[in-house]
């Protein structure tokens, strides 16, 4: 089995002693599967004025283009964790600049840590979880077939604060943004 | 049983299929449990030009003085887990303001996300998870029995912007900030 459901295997739910929500429990031996929210950690990469994007490889949203970010591992920090991904996705030797936002995306207990990352020589290829990894200017981003809402509201967001060595970092996207980022994802 | 170790139920360390990194993986059903950073959420809450702290009822650090801060649930907000926390900590109504800082606590795979919020009544009690709950001026704070290098951080940084609108949030503490935080918890 691959299945990261709880209950496709031997656990049912139940609120465990001393806790105050319900957690998944095995039925077998007791231990207790506490899920808390995951953190994704990635960055807005750009080698003088184009974008890094990689060409989903793996499902959800096969096929479609994502910035270098992705599961937070243990005993990482969270530059550590964008470095990282960077170099999984789009074998990408990236320096960190400074967060750009914290996206909350709540349906599915993610927090999103995104940063502004600098290519400093233009190496890359496709690692295993992308199809292919390419640099865009902002007029050929394929904004149509961006994976998720927040690699939209990333790019906008940088777009933002491009010029700026200081700033407040982002939260959600809101009003227009927010709106035809998930017409972009429905087409 | 309470214990979180895998270990200490019917768990065993493999790479499971697709995978690159060892996992807990059940040796009855298979089940593989992926461990990832847990987010703390918390805050620096002022009324007026006090700042509440909590005594802990729990442990760690049973007894010492800690930030309304704890683990983020499911299907909420960074912002949503700071204010839960504050409710459950102590009985009070916070009003979040902005982002003071992201710390990686590496060693225990924790990312601390802190804000800084206004009570905006001093009305506040001692939640469950607390002994007591109290408003101190600085100089009342009970320095040498802070619960976390993290709360010492976040209350420095705090003052650092107290007059400011806005910033740029802060990261892990350096210099003599980090080496007085733990010079302080060996105490």
Not at 57 to 79: F, N, S
Not at 153 to 178: I, K, S, T
Request: include cysteine; proline fraction near 5%.
């Amino acid at each position: 089995m691959t299945s990261t459901d709880p209950t496709d295997y031997g656990f049912k739910k139940e609120v465990p002693d001393g806790d105050s929500l319900e957690r998944h429990v095995c039925t077998d031996c007791g231990w207790v599967h506490y899920e808390n929210p995951k953190v994704v950690v990635g960055s807005v990469v750009t080698h003088e004025d184009r974008f890094l994007l990689c060409k989903r490889a793996i499902h959800p949203r096969k096929g479609y283009w994502t910035l270098p970010a992705g599961y937070m591992e243990q005993k990482e920090t969270t530059e550590e964790g964008a470095r990282r991904e960077a170099y999984e996705e789009a074998n990408a030797d990236i320096r960190i600049l400074d967060l750009l936002g914290i996206y909350n995306v709540t349906h599915i207990s993610q927090v999103q840590i995104m940063y502004r990352a600098v290519l400093d020589r233009p190496e890359f290829s496709a690692g295993e979880e992308s199809l292919e990894v390419a640099l865009f200017s902002w007029d050929e981003i394929p904004w149509d077939e961006l994976a998720f809402p927040t690699v939209y509201w990333a790019l906008h967001h940088f777009r933002d604060v491009r010029d700026q060595d200081r700033f407040v970092p982002f939260g959600n996207a809101e009003g227009e943004l927010l709106k035809t980022s998930f017409e972009i994802m429905k087409r």
